[in-house]
């Protein structure tokens, strides 16, 4: 006979019979596989005529027996499977509602049982059968290994844990550190610095009211015009007469601070009028798409006043304001009045003393050029080594000439000349002369729209400015020829404001190359390609797109580096090459780009600061640490169209007492 494992207890001593044990596992029944079952012994014990248990469905017996050897067994078997010797000692639907423990006998001789083809393997954690009612369940000891692994798995799961939380903390305490390094930059005690903490941020609402009746007024204007073409025409004169209301309520405002207190009474008395227009003239198809025609007028008005806006920015910026125009009319005629004409600068001695420091000034510009010269005095060290050689044109030679007689600056020493005096610079030596009286070049100038034009340049308005036909902007090239007996010069154009003693310049060592000049190039911004034609091959074959570009405006020139490496005749070749005008525009910064590359030094960005003439959202402490600043661009610090915070580094040395600025009406 064999008895039935009731208890795990006994497979767990024994190692060999735990490892067969591990081999079983019970097999779970469903609802359906319970059905399927009960038919299939149906049809198992009509075609055998078996039947041990009439009326109970197929289960799951595990069995153990010893073999010849003495090792134990274990064998899971159906109870279709058994033969008729087997009897059930707690039979299913006995007296014993909760039956426990079975328990099958079989005769000795029927050694030799059928073990079953749907052997399955036990499970190692818990058997479990339910089978018409009865429960068979074997509990099982947690496995202590399994219980090491799970710890060890809890261990990690906190350490890890524990670790990105301190990443974290860390994390968070570099992005707070920064971000308060960043905050002791930040000046804003300084005007018209950017600052978080104004006012107009405080509310994020702050402009509610503001947006409100702007919005109220593009709905009434779309009602109304819906109104007029619905003969609607008294809703249409109510709506026209609340649309100038709160035109006039808005009026300049930028703000609610800004509003007219009446302005929340009329939007009230607006939002009325717009809701009795909705009730009677709404239509999402028909609003729609009067709102998409109102956009699109405004959008083609907006260009067009771009347009216009570009036009008259260029030609503010060319045109000479009243008190400018005046200034050098009234120091022409005083020049004359008083005979100045022969009369000789102060210190002539010293303008061709290589010792001391030249300044390069090419301007027409009497009141700009005055501001150079004294904004570089002011700051120099020792005044009585700094010489200055202004070069202008014949219509400004008086002028110019008259108001440095008048106000020499202290112990400097000045030299004025006049640009037709120099009888050298003739179309037959100098390239760009030769192309600006071409026929080609005032075709440009004087024809734009005509057909021939040069399409280069015909768009674009600031290629138009007359400086381009003025050899003061080409002089620059020709320095050696303008001061054959000195080594260094400094360069410095009208436009700039120096804040600095400038004499360490002289000093720098440009390690061979000819031009000393600090790059304007930030990431692709400023490169060789914004300024040269590369889809012409004689431009891509000998220059790098990406090549850094250089501003002219403060630059220091070494002539004698500049001779030996014939600078000027580099130029001309270039200048020839270009008189069609395909390999740049117009302008002396391509041509300089090109003339001295590979033979400029770089200087720190500190000694020249750009931008001042175009770009409001400059940092204004570099500004303030610059040596130089540059007005490059269309808002001149003469003008009206001046960047109002940028005006004061100007305007603080001119001299608004002077007798000449007072007769011009040239004031603060």
């Keep these: 006979m064999f008895l039935m494992v009731l208890v795990r207890a006994v497979i767990l001593d024994n190692p060999a019979i735990q490892k067969e044990h591990n081999l079983y596992r019970l097999l779970y029944d469903c609802e359906k596989c319970r059905d399927r079952k009960g038919l299939d012994h149906y049809k198992y014990t009509l075609a055998n005529g078996v039947d041990n248990q009439p009326g109970e469905e197929d289960f799951d017996i595990i069995t153990a027996h010893s073999d010849a050897s003495g090792a134990v067994r274990i064998n899971a078997v159906k109870s279709t499977d058994l ?23 079989e005769d000795s001789s029927q050694h030799g049982m059928r073990a079953s083809k749907d052997r399955t393997e036990l499970s190692s954690d818990e058997h479990q059968s339910i089978e018409g009612g009865m429960q068979y369940q074997q509990l099982i000891p947690p496995n202590p290994v399994k219980l090491k692994r799970r710890r060890l798995r809890e261990e990690r799961k906190e350490l890890r844990t524990a670790e990105l939380l301190r990443l974290d903390k860390e994390a968070e305490n570099q992005i707070e550190a920064a971000a308060i390094e960043r905050s002791k930059e930040l000046n804003t005690t ?12 405080d509310n994020p609402n702050s402009d509610s009211t503001l947006k409100l009746m702007r919005d109220q007024i593009i709905m009434a204007k779309a009602y ?40 929340l009474d009329r939007a009230k008395a607006m939002g009325h009028v717009l809701s009795l227009a909705k009730d009677q003239l709404y239509d999402c198809v028909v609003v ?52 100045r004409g022969g009369e000789e600068v102060h210190n002539a001695d010293r303008l061709e003393d290589p010792s001391l420091y030249h300044y390069a000034i090419f301007s027409d510009n009497v009141l ?13 060290k020792e005044p009585q080594k700094h ?157 790098d797109p990406n090549a850094c570009g250089w501003a002219f405006g403060m630059n220091i020139f070494d002539l004698k580096e500049w001779k030996k490496r014939d600078i000027t005749g580099i130029y001309h070749h270039w200048q020839d090459l270009n008189e069609d005008r395909t390999l740049w ?29 175009y770009d409001p959202a400059l940092n204004q402490t570099e500004i303030e640490n610059g040596a130089v600043i540059h007005y490059n661009g269309n808002y001149k610090p003469w003008l009206d169209l001046a960047i109002a915070k940028y005006k004061i580094y100007w305007s603080r040395y001119v001299m608004f007492d002077n007798p000449y600025l007072r007769m011009c009406n040239i004031n603060e």
Aim: aromatic letters at 12%.
């Design 83 to 105: 033969s008729a010797s087997w009897i059930w000692e707690y039979p299913m639907g006995g007296n014993d509602d909760h039956p426990k423990i079975f328990q099958a006998v």
């Design 368 to 380: 700009a050029t005055s501001v150079v010269v004294n904004s570089t005095m002011l700051h120099a």
């Design 585 to 613: 525009k117009l302008g002396s910064l391509p041509p300089g780009l090109i003339t001295f590359y590979n033979l400029t030094y770089p200087l720190d960005r500190r000694w020249h600061v750009l931008g001042l003439g």
């Design 288 to 339: 729609a798409r009067k709102l998409r025609a109102m956009l699109q007028s405004n959008e083609e008005s907006i260009n067009a006043l771009k347009k216009k806006s570009a036009f008259l920015i260029q030609l503010a910026a060319k045109t000479v304001p009243k008190p400018l125009h005046c200034l050098p009319l009234q120091l022409t005629t005083e020049y004359f009045l008083q005979d």
């Design 190 to 201: 300084a005007r018209g610095k950017y600052s978080i903490w104004r006012r107009e941020y």
């Design 387 to 543: 010489v200055f050689h202004i070069v202008t044109d014949r219509l400004n030679f008086a002028a110019m000439k008259m108001w440095f007689l008048v106000n020499p600056p202290l112990g400097a020493a000045i030299q004025v000349e006049n640009i037709d005096n120099f009888k050298w610079l003739n179309s037959s030596y100098c390239s760009v002369l030769r192309q600006l009286e071409s026929a080609r070049i005032r075709e440009f100038y004087f024809k734009a729209d005509h057909p021939t034009s040069l399409n280069a340049g015909a768009d674009s308005l600031k290629y138009r400015n007359p400086k381009y036909l003025s050899m003061l902007n080409h002089l620059r090239f020709y320095l050696p020829e303008v001061y054959p007996k000195l080594n260094k010069i400094l360069f410095l154009d009208d436009d700039i404001v120096v804040q600095k003693d400038l004499t360490p310049l002289w000093t720098i060592d440009l390690q061979g190359m000819v031009n000393g000049a600090v790059e304007t190039c930030k990431e692709s911004f400023h490169r060789f390609d914004k300024y040269l034609n590369f889809s012409n091959p004689k431009i891509s074959q000998n220059f």
């Design 224 to 263: 109304g015009s819906i109104a007029r073409s619905k003969n609607k025409l008294d809703l249409y004169d109510s709506l026209m007469k609340h649309i100038k209301e709160s035109q006039r309520s808005i009026g300049e405002a930028m703000s609610d601070a800004d509003l007219r207190p009446s302005a």
